[in-house]
């Protein structure tokens, strides 16, 4: 069955195979102490997700069964986050593999993304790839080579090929289904990637109300919410994994003026079950009209701006308000951001 766990390295030394029950603190004392003798220690190292102040405002990035879901109104870079702080983690650390789940494209569309994205990092100017160019390129008539082939012996992107290469056995990509992909699915797709050797793991979904459900129990989006973001928090804690969940607005959120974690639809069951929240905005849409009265090429500039919000953070601070640069030509978002120093809108925000 999808819950049936596997046996690896990984699991044999992991600290989550614990009984639930009572224990006393000096036995906890001791068996910590015995973990971290034994080298067991990935229970305490944080997860960096690659992008700066996040990682410092998270005290260091998200712990193993941490739940964390990222919300924003329609087009302003979720399913860009998702997918890079995927490829961050997958790239950075060769201990640790990503499993991306996506409801919303296939699995070529996302490594063309990824293309995009690792040329923007190295190729400057109009060199760097882009999907027209990508599509251009794979349909010349006569042509005989792939695609990875053609760009592999072109001087400006081999490097970016072999850097692709380089983490491409640890970054998974899974095209979901929302009819056929449940959460019993997506369980075992995480059970089959935990027997192999590597030491943590990171699930990406994209995104949380499309997994299926039986509608006949789940009837109201606050039940199926409920539903989803429970399974999910639990396999995050079961499996001592670390799961990003992108999550949809209501309608009202789609109307708000600056989203907010309470305008995610189910909302109540994502604020008391999740342990980050996260809130992308334009940062034009929520700035104060003070700002852009004055200076109005500013004030346009702002338009390539995205807000990240930690509304929600259980190891440290929240109501924290970061900036970063969105390059949407690129599929990526700068990984070097700063606080907001200008006034936002609606500045209240709705905590646990």
Known sequence: MGDTQPVSRYRETSWYREAPGPVPLDEVMRDVEQQVNDGNVARFQPLELGFSPLDEVLNGGMRPGELMVIGGPY??????????????????????CA???????????????????ESAERV???????????AKLAFRPGDTVGLISKLRQDYRYADLIESIEAYSKRLVLAK????????????????????????????????LQKIPVDRELLRTEEEVTTHLTHNLK???????????????????????????LSHLRGSSAIQYETDIGIV???????VSREHMIYNLSQAEE????????????????????????LDGAHFRILPEGRFVRERLIDEKVIRE
């Open 75 to 96: 087009g302003v870079g979720k399913t860009i986050l998702g997918l890079q702080i995927a490829r961050n983690v997958a790239k950075n650390d060769k201990g640790t």
């Open 99 to 117: 499993l991306y789940v996506c409801y919303e494209h296939d699995r070529t569309h996302l490594l063309s993304r990824l293309l995009c994205l």
């Open 124 to 134: 400057r100017g109009e060199d760097a790839l882009t999907l027209r160019y990508l």
């Open 176 to 207: 979901a289904s929302g009819v056929y992909s449940s959460l019993h699915e997506i369980r075992q797709w995480m059970n089959d990637l935990m027997s192999s050797d590597y030491q943590r793991f990171l699930l990406v979904i994209d995104y």
């Open 234 to 260: 639990e396999l995050a804690l079961s499996r001592g994994i670390q799961v990003i969940a992108i999550a949809a607005a209501d309608r009202l959120g789609l109307q708000a003026k600056r989203m907010r």
């Open 280 to 286: 992308l905005n334009n940062k034009h849409d929520i």
């Open 302 to 325: 702002m338009r390539n701006w995205v807000v990240m919000s930690v509304e929600k953070n259980r190891a440290g601070a929240h109501a924290v308000d970061m900036e970063y640069t």
